[in-house]
């Protein structure tokens, strides 16, 4: 995890709230919900190293490779 892109979006998240934060108030409470979890998963997505990680076909590999060897057998 790198702590300063992580410090750095928790910056722009809280400057973006409290742009965004006047014209939310007339609007109803389903879109403020879905306007925090969107910038909350932007947050967390933040804690991780995306460019380095496996994609999705070595997960899915990793995952059922025991289940393919007790089929084999």
């Known amino acids: ?17 409290l742009y965004e ?3 939310m108030k007339q609007n109803p409470k389903k879109d403020k919900v879905a306007f925090f979890t969107l910038l909350l998963i932007g947050l967390v997505l933040s804690m991780f190293d995306l460019s380095h990680m496996a994609g999705p076909t070595t997960w899915l590999e990793t995952l059922f490779k025991p289940f393919g060897e007790f089929m084999e057998k």
Do not use: E
């Open 21 to 23: 934060w006047p014209k």
């Open 1 to 17: 995890m790198r702590w300063g892109v992580f410090v750095s979006t928790t910056i722009i998240v809280v400057l973006i709230i």
